[in-house]
Each structure stands twice: as C-alpha cells, then as structure tokens.
C-alpha cells in the first residue's frame, strides 16, 4: 500500500475535480459531526464492477452462477488486505449502492405492479485508490492499493503510479466548474392525498388484526428533467441546503445517485457493529422557541418512542443473529437529534461480530433495514409492495463500503434522489404504528420531502 498525505483540500472541491471522471464515488460527511461526521472518501476509475441484476451477480460484465452475496464475499476475498488503523477506515475496497429490491435475494416477496427505471439491484465498483478525509484534524490522504495486480513488485508498481495520476488530478484546479442546474417540476407522486390516507389506514387496520406491529410507507415522487439539468451542481446545492452525516454522491454513466441521508444503517469496525435507527420526525420552526418546544413535542411524543423502540428490539434480533451471544446492546434510545430541517428520534444499537462471521453475513442478517420497512420485517415487505406498487429500487437499500480490511460503514439510503435518463425520481415515507393520524403521516412525508423539492428549485454554481 502506498499512502500520501496531501495539503487539505475541502472534499467537495476535489470532487469538482474528479466529477467528470469514470464511476465517481463521493461518500460524503457534508453535516459537521465530531463522531458521525469525521471521515469522507472520494474516489473513481474502479479497476472493476459487481452488478446484481434480478437476483444473478456479474464481475467487469461476466455473469457469474454462484449467488450474488457469495460472489460478493469471494471477490473482497480475493484483495484482501490488512488494516491500517492510523488512517481512515475505507482504504481501498467496494463502494456504491444495495438497492433495496435485494430484499428478494433473501426472502420470497411478492414483485410490485411497477418497475420504476429498472436499476440494477446493486452496483459496486472496486477501487483501488481513494482520497480519504479526517475532519477532525483536516487531513487528507491517497490511498493506493496496487490491485488488481497480484504479483508484489507489479503491485508496488502500480499503486505509486495510481497514486501520482490522483495527485496530478487534484492539483488540477482549473477543472470545469459545475454550471447553475436551474428548477424543474412539476412534481408527480404514485399517491395522491387521498390515497395515500386510505394505504395509512389499511396499514392501520392490519396492526389492530394483529398482522403485524409496524410498517413504512413511502410515496414515490418523479419530475422530467431539463436537458441543461447538471447532477454535480445539483448535489452541490443539496448537501449545502440539507447538510447530512452520511451523505453520497455516485456517477455511473448517465446516472446520478444523490443522497443527504442522516442515518446510519451498518457500521463494522473490526468486530464491532453499530447501527442507528431513526424513527419519529418532527419539523423544525426558525423561531428558536417554537424549535425548542416542537424538538420537546417529538421527545414526549408516545407514538413516536412506541415506533422507535419496535425498530430496536427488530435490529436488536437482526444483530443477535451473527453477533457473539449477549454482546448486543442500546447504548442510547430515543435520543434526539437536530438536523437541517427536522427533529429525529434517533437510537444506537452494537454488538460484537461473532468470529465466523464478517461483514456479507452481517448484511444478510440485517438488510433491508427495519426502520425502514416494519415488524415482523417480512410480513412489512409483503405490504410494502402490495401497497406502494412500483419498485423502491435504491431508496431504503444502503449506500457506502467495504473495505478490502473487512471493515464497512453504510447508510439508509433515504432523502435520495435517481437521476437517470432524463428523470428525477426521489421516495419520502414513514413508520406506521396503531397510533398513527393518516393525515398527519401523508404531513410527514412532505416534510420530509421538502429539502428535496427546495434544492431542485435552487440554483447552484458557486462551492458549498
């Protein structure tokens, strides 16, 4: 491995810089956070790409028979490489999205009625030079791996190489700079009011059978897209207006993922897992008072704890499956948590790895994500697509990586946005529990949705 420190150069300007290079990856910590918020990693040109397309995994193009996680788990095997611990964690390794219709490689559900852009189920490239980022300290690093070569001198080889090549593309500052995207819409849901009121209800009406305890039902929005429309000024715009912990851009081709999401959905640090539900949202006032006394409302609120602790005990029975027996613990619950535009509600969940075990099997235990599908999480997925009707695809699923170390961090992929072939396509939800006002959650999800809709509106040119 060859490491180089680098003069600190903020993160979004040397994605500038590499924005128009193969396969970008910027997984970003816009919102500043002494914990959450330390480290981000920019990255492109991948020496390879794993795809999962309707249940069957590809390498670099070859489709592969064994199935998709195990393929997975066999090609990080294959670079596998010790970590380094006075560095960043993501030194190297796979990153981009699971959608969340990966949830069929596990489980038999139903398909929906529609098949919104028909993503790929998962798209992760493999590389082999990153640019990794401590903001507690402001340093910056490459990091260059020299695989895929396997022979040791070719390897040393390269990763200098590779290394001098980013280098040279950061000091490059006359790079391009990102033009004004200009506004779009009008938008469009798969839901009117109405309609969405009546899908709450019969939720609802499920839970007081005794079906289940607890689903999240979101409403799919679309616009068409100008055809000026720039994604990296877009971004830009996105991560200035609603800072987020665990935010990401991804380019491949002509499509974009941007994603401002606020939550942490698996974090595996050697043996150590974390993960950090959030569940109950409340908007905030820019009256400080009000602020104070809505952030108040949402701490108080029943029906938001009921819906947060239901999510703990589900991931702390998803953890138990491959953790060591009664390592699983909830260091915080129902702590609260201020961001941009909202309040959440927002709980912390460990455990310790189990030695057999790594971080595919910590993924197929725990994925998708309950607090953004429901409990019993099977039976929730099976409403999810019967009432939603079209195809979540990179909404609720993770975005982030795995190191070549072993070591991974991901989010929730909510307040996400797919650009692609000429349309915008974003999801906004929430948890449904017996206690749930119908007209309140379809309330909610526009909240929720309000910062999107706002940074479509804006225009971006300038850095952030």
């Not at 529990?433 to 949705?449: G, H, R, W």
Request: aromatic letters at 8%; one cysteine or more.
């Amino acid at each position: 491995m060859h490491v180089r420190e680098l003069p600190w150069i903020a993160p979004v300007t040397a994605m500038r810089r590499l924005a128009r290079r193969p396969h970008l990856t910027f997984l970003d910590s816009a919102a500043s956070h002494e914990i959450l918020g330390r480290y981000s990693y920019l990255t492109c040109d991948p020496f390879g790409t794993y795809i999962v397309a309707e249940g069957r995994a590809s390498w670099n193009g070859e489709v592969l028979d064994d199935g998709p996680w195990e393929v997975l788990r066999t090609l990080l095997a294959r670079y596998r490489q010790e970590h380094r611990p006075d560095l960043p964690p993501f030194q190297g390794g796979a990153a981009g999205f699971f959608g969340y219709d990966l949830n069929r490689t596990l489980e038999r559900l139903p398909v929906p009625a529609a098949s919104g852009h028909r993503l790929p189920q998962s798209i992760l490239h493999f590389y082999d030079v990153v640019v990794s980022y401590d903001h507690r300290g402001k340093r910056c690093w490459i990091v260059s791996t020299g695989w895929p070569e396997q022979d040791p001198a070719r390897r040393t080889a390269r990763a200098c190489r590779r290394a001098n090549e980013f280098a040279a593309l950061l000091a490059n500052s006359t790079s391009p700079r990102n033009e004004a995207h200009g506004a779009v819409g009008p938008w469009q849901s798969n839901f009117s009011r109405a309609a969405y009121i009546a899908a709450v209800q019969r939720v609802i009406d499920l839970i007081l059978a005794g079906d289940i305890f607890q689903a999240n039902i979101a409403q799919r929005f679309s616009t068409r897209l100008p055809t000026s429309f720039d994604p990296v000024a877009f971004y830009c715009q996105l991560r200035s207006m609603n800072p987020a912990p665990f935010a990401a851009l991804l380019r491949n081709g002509n499509l974009t993922i941007a994603s401002s999401s606020p939550e942490r959905f698996l974090k595996l640090d050697g043996r150590r897992v974390e993960t950090r539900p959030i569940k109950g949202t409340i908007a905030r006032s820019t009256d400080s008072r009000e602020d104070q006394r809505r952030a108040q409302i949402l701490v108080t609120s029943d029906k938001d704890r009921a819906e947060n602790i239901m999510i703990v005990d589900l991931l702390r029975n998803d953890l138990s499956r491959v953790c060591t027996p009664h390592s699983v613990d909830v260091p915080a619950l129902c702590n609260l948590e201020t961001y941009a535009s909202v309040h959440h509600l927002v709980s912390v969940v460990t455990g310790e790895l189990a030695a057999d075990q790594d971080a595919i099997t910590l993924l197929r235990a725990c994925f998708p994500g309950g607090s953004i599908t429901g409990a019993p999480k099977v039976r929730s997925m099976e409403i999810i697509a019967e009432i939603e009707q079209v195809a979540r695809e990179v909404y609720c699923g993770a975005i982030g990586f795995i190191a070549f170390s072993g070591h991974m961090d991901t989010n929730i992929a909510i307040r996400t946005v797919t650009i692609d072939d000429g349309m915008a396509v974003f999801h906004a939800g929430g948890g449904i529990t017996a206690m749930s006002d119908p007209a309140a959650e379809y309330e909610e999800t526009l909240v929720k949705a309000q910062r999107m809709f706002d940074a479509f509106c804006a225009n971006s040119s300038g850095d952030s």
